[in-house]
């Protein structure tokens, strides 16, 4: 419950093996209870952000003069920016930039590094500046990112490749 006693939107109730979960008020399925409470709580706190995401989006837009209409335009772009990029140029950044926590070096560091493995440091910046990544610079980033070139093409193109055999 809120603090003005008002049901939250997803709710359990019941201690049976499986529950019924409700949202606002509509039954939409049956969990087990272990897993119950750790959903409705994920989804309650979902909706929490997505809230909070709309009030920002609309004060930012009130306070620079911006057209309040386009509120979900500016929700779905900042939804958008926020999403882990699953390829492309921004993938192999996300790539790098893990492998750099994983292996624990600064920035100067990780640059040396990479260029241990041929990959320069202005290559590496335009990577994570966005630029299309050549097809030169493949095997010293599988060396780099430990990982086999054939997903490291999945992750450039965005599509399953097939090997060369």
């Known amino acids: 419950m809120s603090l003005r006693n008002e049901p939250l939107d997803w709710q359990v109730e019941s201690d049976e093996t499986y529950v019924p979960v409700y949202h606002k008020g509509d039954l939409v399925g049956f969990f087990k209870q272990e897993y119950a409470n750790?959903?409705?709580?994920?989804?309650?706190?979902?909706?929490?952000?997505?809230?909070?995401?709309?009030?920002?989006?609309?004060?930012?837009?009130?306070?620079?003069?911006?057209?309040?209409s386009k509120v979900n335009n500016l929700i779905k772009k900042y939804i958008k920016i926020s999403e882990r990029p699953k390829f492309g140029s921004r993938a192999i950044a996300l790539l790098l930039n893990e492998r750099q926590k994983e292996l624990d070096l600064s920035d100067q560091e990780f640059s040396k590094f990479c260029d241990t493995f041929k990959v320069s440091p202005t290559e590496l910046n335009n990577i994570y500046a966005g630029a299309s990544i050549d097809d030169n610079l493949l095997l010293p980033l599988t060396r780099i990112l430990g990982i086999t070139k054939e997903r490291l093409l999945e992750v450039r193109d965005g599509a399953k490749v097939v090997s060369d055999q």
């Open 38 to 68: 750790q959903i409705t709580q994920s989804l309650n706190e979902d909706e929490v952000l997505k809230k909070a995401l709309r009030i920002a989006c609309t004060d930012l837009l009130k306070k620079t003069g911006g057209d309040s």
